[in-house]
């Protein structure tokens, strides 16, 4: 093995062990964890410093008679991830440090779904997002894009709700952003959700469903810790599992979609959005005022739902439905109906009961798991931003 990657080696070895530490570790702790020697673990530790990957925190107790020793945690400076999230209500934007704190979070609302106009949105509310955080000493090294429909190599293939097909999302929002340094991601929406709720539940929810409400109708699944993309990236597209084969007719080409009758747009039926209000907003308004017809499309709603649920915990044999996006303000009108069906359909519901409850991200779910995502690779490939921050502080000052 060549030195150099020895070093990277070793240097990843050091910081994944940081990055799992639940409080300040010291260095003496670091090298019996890794075996290796202290002088290698005072170099590394220097540079990660030096890189503003990790700072010297509160003391590192290790349960020990003697003066605590000084403590190594992950720095809330230096590079961070940014989220943009297109959804029912508007657009929205997040930025995360390396801890997963978010340090920037905006929304906007917005009139149209044609490409141009959505990310010439998003690209201002990428360049406000990012001099914010410069401010606080923070580095956006990559922004990662949700999108409501399945993405392949940075392709949107298909987003039947926005009206795109095959658009190449990323290359063009880096180019409406002006800013070629920043790399741009684009994924699912409803998987980045399930990998921020994943993050926010600490690892202790492992397998789950995540069923975003919104635009469209998309799940992200996680298993055993782990999110469930498919062979080509395309799982979870729960909104076109067909509820009823005659039913009503889809965006998509085909008839009976779970979309069709739970979207926002299917629950609004003949009664648009009044002028000024987002359709989760009216809908969540008209069924707080207990409107006929709203509250009898929700609870058609939640019967639909536990219908194409049913057939996905059926195959997966998983316990935990997290309701996310728009249809996490409107669980309280759902759960019942979809819980009845998934306790009458699924065969182990008997044995194992299924808990359906809001997602804790609520409808920011996406957006901050955008960010998350972004802000990973920095976690998995630390020496990636250790060599540009290196670069960058080489140029010579204009």
């Not at 700072?55 to 989220?83: D, I, Y």
């Not at 789950?208 to 699944?221: D, E, K, M, P």
């Not at 979870?236 to 779970?258: A, F, I, K, N, W």
């Amino acid at each position: 093995m060549r030195q150099e990657n020895l070093r990277t080696l070793n240097l990843e070895l050091v910081f994944r062990h940081i990055l799992a530490a639940a409080r300040p570790i010291s260095r003496t702790e670091l090298a019996t964890l890794t075996g290796l020697t202290r002088p290698t673990i005072s170099r590394i530790a220097e540079e990660l410093l030096a890189g503003r990957l990790i700072t010297e925190g509160g003391p590192a107790h290790n349960g020990r008679a003697g003066r605590p020793r000084v403590g190594l945690t992950l720095s809330e400076r230096g590079p961070a991830g940014l989220g943009l999230d297109i959804r029912a209500d508007g657009l929205a934007a997040c930025v995360v440090d390396l801890t997963g704190t978010v340090r920037h979070l905006a929304f906007t609302p917005y009139v149209g779904t044609s490409a141009p106009d959505v990310l010439r949105h998003l690209a201002q509310m990428a360049r406000t997002a990012t001099e914010a955080v410069s401010a606080e000493d923070l580095t956006v090294v990559t922004a990662t894009l949700a999108v409501p429909g399945p993405v392949q190599a940075g392709i949107v293939q298909s987003a039947p709700e926005l009206g795109w097909r095959n658009l190449d999302a990323g290359t063009l929002l880096r180019e409406a952003m002006g800013r070629p340094g920043i790399p741009v991601a684009v994924d699912n929406e409803a998987n980045l959700a399930a990998l921020g709720e994943l993050y926010a539940s600490d690892n202790s929810l492992d397998s789950f469903v995540y069923v975003s409400g919104g635009l469209g109708i998309g799940a992200g699944i996680v298993l055993h810790g782990r999110l469930m993309r498919g062979s080509r990236g395309w799982s979870g597209e729960l909104g076109h599992v067909t509820v009823y084969p005659d039913g009503r007719p889809c965006p998509c080409g085909s008839c009976g979609c779970l979309q069709t009758y739970v979207s926002l747009r299917a629950v609004l039926g003949d009664e648009p959005a009044p002028p000024g209000l987002t359709p989760d907003a009216a809908v969540t308004g008209r069924a707080e005022a207990g409107h006929p017809a709203t509250i009898a499309a929700l609870e058609s709603a939640g019967t639909a739902l536990g219908i194409a649920l049913a057939d996905m915990l059926n195959i997966l044999d998983i316990d935990t439905v997290l309701l996310g996006g728009s249809f996490s303000l409107l669980a309280s009108w759902l759960t019942a109906r979809a819980k009845a069906e998934i306790d009458q359909r699924v065969l182990a519901a008997a044995w194992a009961p299924i808990t359906v409850r809001p997602a804790l991200l609520g409808p920011d779910a996406a957006v901050i798991g955008a960010a998350l995502t972004s802000v990973d690779q920095v976690r998995q490939h630390p020496t990636i931003w250790l060599t540009r921050s290196g670069e960058t502080a080489a140029q010579p000052t204009p």
